[in-house]
């Protein structure tokens, strides 16, 4: 199937109130475009230097969310553009984003990873160290930045009880930080494999790749 069809597809399931990233990285150019001309406007990358190559390619209409791993130092480089950070775990990454988002006098909206899988690859805080940010006066100073929900990975496994477990207890953890957190909007979870259960149990946003584009060829 075309990306056009692909994208076509996967909006005909989506409830109204779920927001679907497309997950292009490693993706040329032309297949970004290819979605954006079928009607895609947000696009997750995971990589801050190539986000910010077809960034400065394509339309400016284009909603960049960053879904990986955070290194301090790069953060710089996608302040000027990017709209949502969704892999925020820890205070240190919470400054450095409203020091640059400063700098372009931008308010940037972050999501806080939490770890709900059992594998110990999966990154992300506990509900407790959530809880402490969310209430530290350092954080409610920072005028820059957003917290606007929560973001999960959840185990990869074929076990649907195991996944849709970890998916219900982000659910549950999101409901008891918004009551600390009038911002609290969304939840990101869910990926081509587990989007459908995902949305199931709460997710109101799912980052989607290889049922968009195809398989991703991490050789180039």
Request: with cysteine; hydrophobic share 35%.
């Amino acid at each position: 199937m075309s990306i056009q069809k692909n994208l076509h597809y996967i909006n005909s399931l989506l409830p109204k109130h779920v927001t679907l990233v497309a997950v292009s990285k490693t993706k040329p150019i032309e297949a970004l475009q290819e979605a954006y001309n079928a009607g895609q406007r947000i696009f997750g990358e995971n990589k801050i230097q190539e986000m910010t190559q077809k960034w400065e390619q394509l339309p400016k209409d284009i909603e960049w969310h960053m879904i990986g791993n955070l290194q301090r130092n790069k953060i710089k480089y996608m302040a000027e553009y990017v709209s949502l950070i969704h892999g925020v775990e820890n205070l240190k990454l919470l400054t450095e984003i409203n020091k640059q988002a400063k700098k372009h006098n931008r308010v940037i909206n972050c999501l806080l990873q939490i770890k709900i899988a059992e594998e110990d690859t999966k990154a992300g805080m506990t509900i407790d160290e959530a809880k402490t940010i969310i209430t530290s006066d350092d954080v409610l100073e920072m005028k820059n930045i957003k917290i606007v929900g929560l973001m999960g990975m959840a185990s990869f496994t074929d076990n649907k009880d195991q996944v849709t477990h970890e998916f219900s207890s982000l659910k549950t953890i999101f409901e008891e930080l918004k009551t600390d957190n009038k911002e609290f909007k969304t939840i990101s979870m869910g990926m081509s494999s587990d989007y459908k259960l995902a949305i199931d149990h709460g997710s109101t946003m799912i980052r989607v790749g290889s049922s968009i584009f195809g398989a991703r060829n991490y050789n180039k």
